[in-house]
């Protein structure tokens, strides 16, 4: 009894090594996040202070955004989890098609273009795969002050994301946040094209969804905003003041 071994004709190998070849070859294209006090705008704490820790998360909704009065209605703590039950798409987290963070990366407070030092800016450039079914899709940036997406800077050239870098517990001990998009935070609609996601562009009604404007310069200058609870306090701590210097005056 002879057992036959299927066999692949040449013409179907050549097939499929060029089939192989093509799918490895893609185009990309650059959606790069620097932010300076200088030019760009910047993400600020209510008081004007650059955050010391905390970070970002930039990316899209795989299906409908929610609403931005949905979006307020969260808290900073649960953000992120909120995030991903509407299908939030971090722009770092998508591996299968062999996208990458170029020229190391700095996501998470604090900035100033190297590890560990405090400045004013987030920066990174992520390769993006072009997709012509994505394209012109919303991007949105939310910022929290605590916590850690556990993708921070690296220095390697360039850097793999992980399916981990955004969970649903990231920025889970946040008690200020922001969530911002702008008209132009588009994600490309052509190959090899480059989109920089600046906080100078969030300049028009409805783009600062989370958080106050603080600054009316040429650039953006926005600032989180605390939790209802930590605002509550806020006031319940001034109307105090306010009755202790009317029980003096009596």
Do not use: C
């Amino acid at each position: 009894m002879k057992i036959q071994k299927p066999t692949i004709s040449f013409a179907l190998a050549i097939g499929l090594l060029v089939l192989s070849a093509t799918q490895i070859t893609f185009a990309v294209n650059t959606i790069a996040h620097a932010e300076t006090l200088a030019s760009k705008g910047a993400i600020t704490l209510q008081d004007g202070t650059v955050p010391s820790s905390g970070g970002v998360t930039i990316g899209y909704f795989s299906s409908s955004a929610p609403t931005d009065a949905l979006i307020q209605s969260w808290r900073a703590d649960n953000a992120m989890a909120n995030l991903i039950s509407n299908g939030w798409v971090d722009i770092r987290t998508v591996v299968a098609t062999g996208a990458g963070m170029q020229n190391g990366g700095d996501w998470d407070w604090p900035g100033g273009g190297s590890p560990g030092t405090t400045g004013t800016k987030i920066g990174g450039t992520y390769n993006w795969v072009y997709d012509a079914a994505k394209a012109n899709t919303q991007l949105y940036v939310f910022g929290f002050n605590n916590g850690s997406s556990s993708f921070g800077y690296n220095a390697g050239a360039v850097v793999s994301p992980s399916l981990l870098a955004i969970t649903s517990s990231s920025f889970a001990s946040s008690s200020q946040w922001i969530a911002l998009r702008a008209t132009n935070w588009l994600l490309p609609n052509s190959d090899n094209s480059a989109l920089n996601i600046n906080i100078a562009d969030v300049d028009t009604a409805g783009e600062l969804i989370m958080g106050t404007e603080t600054g009316a310069n040429s650039f953006r200058d926005v600032a989180m905003v605390p939790e209802p609870s930590t605002g509550a306090l806020m006031m319940i701590g001034a109307a105090g003041l306010v009755a202790m210097r009317r029980l003096r005056k009596v």
